[in-house]
């Protein structure tokens, strides 16, 4: 680029000239609340969809021998348990 007197200065100018309207646009829309509320619905929808996936998937997990999500929590919920049982006996 250093043989090509200018092209800096150009490129920088019409980058300026889009980069201006876009960030308008794309700061009006981050902050309304039409964006916020379509946010909040794919969230929802995206948990819906986990739990139905991971309702479905469970029995073939568990027919394979493999883990479920519900296996690893018991699991986790009795390894607290007896750390609180071993710290209230020290």
Same mark, same amino acid.
């Given at each position: 680029m250093s043989n090509? /007197?200018?092209i800096g200065s150009s490129l920088r100018g019409a980058f300026d000239v889009v980069e201006g309207p876009l960030? $308008? @646009? =794309?700061?009006? =829309?981050l902050q309304s609340d @039409?964006?916020?509320?379509?946010?909040?619905?794919a969230w929802k929808?995206? $948990?819906r969809a986990a739990r139905?996936? *991971? @309702?479905?998937?469970? /029995?073939?997990?568990?027919?394979?021998?493999?883990?479920?999500? =519900?296996?690893v929590t018991a699991l986790a919920n009795q390894?607290?348990?007896? *750390?609180?049982?071993? $710290? =209230?006996r020290r």
């Open positions: 090509m /007197p200018g960030t $308008r @646009a =794309s700061e009006a =829309s @039409a964006l916020l509320d379509a946010l909040a619905v929808l995206r $948990r139905r996936l *991971e @309702a479905a998937s469970e /029995p073939w997990l568990r027919v394979w021998g493999f883990a479920t999500r =519900s296996d390894v607290a348990a007896l *750390e609180r049982e071993l $710290r =209230s």
